[in-house]
């Protein structure tokens, strides 16, 4: 287990690229860590790789400072975005020269090299040096060399983000199934919803040097902590329509602007909400957890078609609901234009709520 406590890194005087992080990779997990561009990801690698020292706080392996100890004694595999290969050696010479390095013999450097060429679909191109691939060849290289060898910890950065979307996809199932085969611990970075979703046993969401939250992708995309990541994990992002709270009985009813009622919580459930004049409350759901309605449908809110995006399977329209705009999909072989008027209906309970962007409660099904 590899513990970040309290890990703070500042780049000179000024730039501050982690802020005060606590983030746990266990033994033998796919970790991902998703963010947007410039949010910490890359420095996080580094400072588990040993390449970076944080300006405080501590890194632990199994519970024993490793601050010390340097990058060549971490038994750490790096996979960079930027790849650097060695160029005066060829494709297969640079897959074999971390295990020639480990003094394994031929015919195991032989089978390992076939394995991962394989995978990675670069088996044609052993022979050749690096300095005549594509992009994405060299990165397909470059992640070929960091896992070919066990490793304590596999950090990858971002090692996919080359390639196109088929490729990007194999590969990462690949590498999925690689990594549970040989129970290897990996932390991989990416800036995509999908691949975070798609790999990650736990996803680590950092913003801005910090972590947003981590768990599993179901806790995330159910039961995001705050509206970045309910924004930020999933797509399309969660929408969100801002709302006041009315007591109702044992329920409070949640109604937009204009008094139409779009949701109704058990009171019990919405405990944390604070009465606080001035306070942003907003209703968050998802494209699939809204429909569109026929006109003389109850409860409706009507809005206006600002953007359709036509999926294949599925087609996704932006509605302009007064100052919010949300995201309702409906079935591809219906026809919207923009500017046309729609009603959507509301599940009165499957909704999450937030008070100035934190998670109050998120109703059944996700509670
Ligand atoms: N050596 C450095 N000197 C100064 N600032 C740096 C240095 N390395 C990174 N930074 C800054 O620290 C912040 C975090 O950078 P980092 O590379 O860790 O982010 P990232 O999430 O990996 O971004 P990306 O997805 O673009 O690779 C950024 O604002 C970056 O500009």
Known sequence: MYELKAVHKRYGLAKVALRKIDLTVRDREFLVIYGPAGAGKSTILNILAGITRPTSGDVRRDGVSILRVPPERRDAAMAFENYALYSHLSVGENLAFPLRARGLGAAEIASRVARISGILGIGHLLDRRPGLLSGGQRQRVA??????????????????????????????AELKALADDLSATVVFTTTSSREALALGDRVAVLNEGRIEQAGTPEELYHRPANAFVAS???????????VAPRREGDRIAFATPGGMPVAALPARAVESLRDEPGSRIQIGFRSNEVRLAGPDDPGTLRGRVDVVENLGYVKIALVGIGEDQVSVSFPASRHLSVGETVAIAFPRDAVHLFQNARAIAHAAPYA
């Open 232 to 242: 930020f994990v999933g797509d399309p992002p969660m929408s969100f329509l801002s």
């Open 143 to 172: 992640l070929g060399r960091a896992i070919i060898r066990p490793a304590d910890i596999y950090l990858l950065d971002e090692p996919v983000g080359h390639l196109d979307a088929k490729l990007r996809h194999k590969i990462r």
